[in-house]
């Protein structure tokens, strides 16, 4: 079975990366739904005075990596942010598109056709910057340069494969989020091979952004809100799938945090919750292992509804497996307690941002879990440097917006 996903992953990279396959799905888009291409064409001509800088948004999860630089963007002299998406009126995606377009209406005011617009539209206007969170062909159409940047700090930083380095080379420039970041790329280019285009040590956006939350975080109104005492907090974030340690390790968590008297946050992978495939679950419902959990421990609540910036911010230690999200935890300056991921390692291999960012030794067991949350706690544990983490901590912002302009400066 695993052969066989791997197989069908395989081809779907091949035809979502294939800039003529893309091509071709846009111009029909475009000539069957010419009517819709007004209003980007119209938004784009408001704000023509201005440089527009065109961001994706295929995923909920890579606005939270950049909605500070939209932001800036929005009040910046010389430059405009426009946003794209993949299409909302393909009949196979239409219902599942309802509810990430809901949440973008509800939460950031972001409405189809209004402020965001989809793909195949990218050609009709002009752009002075394609800036990408994550390696696709959706900006195969355009002239201007190409960014790639970042939804995360594990893997290459946009893929957990090393193969995909080879599409890399299709872009003008790589805006890097810290040493492991560059470290990634160029192991991948080691085994793979292929052109890097200019590497920027720029930063990491989101962490900087969790820096300045946790100045005026009230961490006590939050666990009371949760109804949960001010003590130690910790926080389970697992990766989903067959290399996730939910499975063989969430009861062992739970019954470490009650025995050691402190806080637990569960936070799941959605995949988990949401899919019902054995191979992204591990064959658990875990809704209801979930809900049975809470229901028996006081000391432990199912934190999925709550933001995920506010449950990093109220955790004192975060234990996970190969989650990308500890690295964005290291980088407050915060321990990460590490489980064994050995199906993770064997499938990707250990040259990666996941393994570097680790202790050299493996818990074992629930002695080893309680000995290494008791020294995370108390402040005598592992750590990660935070410098060898992110480049330009507490001004990414600025250095990024600089370089952006820069960029675009070069072009014209």
């Known amino acids: 079975m695993f052969k066989l996903n791997r197989l069908k992953a395989k081809f779907r990279d091949e035809m979502f990366f294939n800039p ?24 784009c001509e408001l704000n023509s005075r201005k440089s527009l800088v065109a961001f994706p948004i295929f995923q909920l999860y890579t606005l939270e990596h950049i909605r500070d630089l939209v932001d800036a963007l929005k009040s910046n002299e010389r430059m405009h942010p426009v946003l794209f998406t993949t299409t909302k009126k393909i009949p196979m995606t239409r219902n599942k598109k309802k509810e990430i377009f809901r949440f973008l209406s509800s939460r950031y005011n972001i409405v189809y056709n209004k402020n965001i617009f989809a793909y195949p539209w990218l ?13 696709t062909s959706y900006g195969c159409e355009v002239k201007c340069p190409r960014v790639l940047y970042t ?27 810290g040493p492991l970041h560059k470290k990634a790329l160029l192991t991948a280019r080691g085994y793979y091979g292929g052109e890097l285009p200019q590497m920027y040590e720029v930063g990491y956006l989101r962490g900087d952004r969790l820096l300045k939350m946790s100045e005026t ?3 006590s109104l939050f666990l009371e ?34 025995d050691m008297g402190i806080n637990l946050l569960l936070r799941l992978h959605p995949i988990v919750l949401t899919l019902k495939a054995k191979w992204k679950t591990g064959g658990v419902d875990w809704n209801k292992k979930l809900y049975d959990i809470e229901r028996k421990y006081p000391h432990v609540r199912v934190a999925m509804s709550h933001d995920i910036d506010d449950i990093m911010l109220a955790s004192d230690v975060m234990i996970t497996d190969v989650s990308g999200m500890a690295l964005e935890f290291l980088t407050m300056d915060k321990p990460v307690v590490f489980l064994p991921a050995p199906r993770y390692f064997e499938i990707y291999g250990s040259e990666r ?38 480049y ?9 917006v600089r370089r952006i302009e820069r960029i675009i400066q070069d072009e014209e």
């Open 225 to 258: 809100s949760l109804g949960l005492s001010d003590l130690p907090t910790v926080m389970y974030a697992p990766t989903w799938g067959d290399f996730s340690s939910t499975t063989e390790w969430i009861d062992r968590v739970v019954e470490a945090c009650g």
């Open 20 to 43: 003529a396959v893309r091509r071709i799905s846009n111009t029909v888009y475009r000539g069957l739904l010419g009517k819709e291409g007004k209003n980007v064409k119209e938004y």
């Open 217 to 219: 975080f009230n961490r």
């Open 392 to 400: 330009n901590r507490g001004r990414v912002l600025d250095v990024m």
């Open 123 to 135: 050609k009709s206007v002009s752009i002075k910057m394609f800036f990408e969170l994550s390696l």
């Open 151 to 177: 939804h995360g700090m594990a893997g290459l930083n946009f893929s957990k494969d090393f193969k995909h380095i080879k599409f890399v080379s299709k872009y003008d420039a790589v805006f890097l989020n």
């Open 353 to 390: 941002p996941e393994k570097w960012c680790r202790p050299d030794y493996e818990i074992k067991d629930m002695a080893g879990l309680k000995q290494d949350l008791r020294k995370a706690i108390e402040g005598t544990g592992f750590k990660f440097p935070v410098d060898e983490l992110v």
